[in-house]
């Protein structure tokens, strides 16, 4: 099956700072990236779609500003955590869907465990 | 608008003994459903997944799943439970009208299943 990457799988910063996390389609080009964040004992919650060569889309309540996402390649997505504060604590899991006619499955990365401290 | 309803928060079966996870969904379109695993700190696993074809699915360790339209459920069973599959399991569902992009999914909550000697 396709293989989707996120690094890194672990991260604890001070707060204040910004944390970059990495999504990779590794044997397929992804048109499009999904951000899920995943509250404690939760399930995972969309934040935004991210689109190959333009803006993201952020769900309702998401604040652009502070979660930035560039897809700069048909290969890679970003989301960068800025000015992180504890509540920003949480694990965050990337999908990418492969591109084709028929693209039912999404292939989920190995998720982020952001810790802010 | 679709939306996903996981019976259950948390289910206990003993090892040897089947298992039930209940799911019911809502969709204006066709939908494609899936049932995905995750383990503690870990990524999403696909275990089995339905896009219109033949409505029981077989998924991988022995799981499977029946589409039943009538009664809008997509519930999954797995005839006896090993120690391994204690994890939270989630409901998918994503409406695919077939444009070749990729869809948001909406997640359940979550089951938990524990899984007792």
């Known amino acids: 099956g396709a293989v989707v990457s996120q690094h890194p799988s672990r991260v604890i910063c001070k707060s204040g700072t910004s944390v970059k996390i990495e999504c990779r389609s590794l044997d397929f080009q992804a048109t499009t990236m999904f951000w899920y964040r995943q509250f404690p004992k939760k399930s995972l919650m969309l934040m935004a779609t991210s689109n190959e060569g333009s803006k993201a889309t952020y769900e309702q309540g998401v604040e652009k500003d502070k979660f930035l996402i560039n897809h700069a390649s048909l290969t890679l997505s970003t989301l960068t955590v800025t000015s992180a504060h504890p509540e920003d604590s949480s694990f965050y899991i990337c999908?990418?869907?492969?591109?084709?006619?028929?693209?039912?499955?999404?292939?989920f990365g190995q998720g982020t465990r952001l810790t802010v401290v | 608008a679709q939306s996903v309803t996981q019976l259950d928060s948390h289910v206990s079966v003993s090892e040897g003994t089947p298992v039930l996870l209940r799911c019911n969904y809502s969709s204006s379109y066709s939908p494609s459903l899936f049932w995905y695993v995750q383990h503690p700190n870990k990524g999403l696993q696909l275990l089995l997944k339905?896009?219109?074809?033949?409505?029981l699915v077989k998924g991988i360790n022995g799981f499977e799943a029946e589409f039943k339209k009538s009664e809008t459920s997509f519930h999954l069973t797995k005839p006896s439970a090993h120690m391994s599959d204690a994890a939270e399991y989630f409901c998918?569902?994503?409406?695919?009208?077939?444009?070749?992009?990729?869809?948001?999914?909406?997640f359940g909550t979550g089951t938990r299943l524990q899984v007792t000697l």
């Open positions: 998918v569902v994503s409406e695919d009208v077939g444009t070749g992009t990729a869809s948001k999914l909406t």
């Open positions: 999908s990418a869907s492969r591109q084709g006619p028929m693209n039912t499955e999404a292939f």
């Open positions: 339905y896009t219109s074809a033949a409505t």
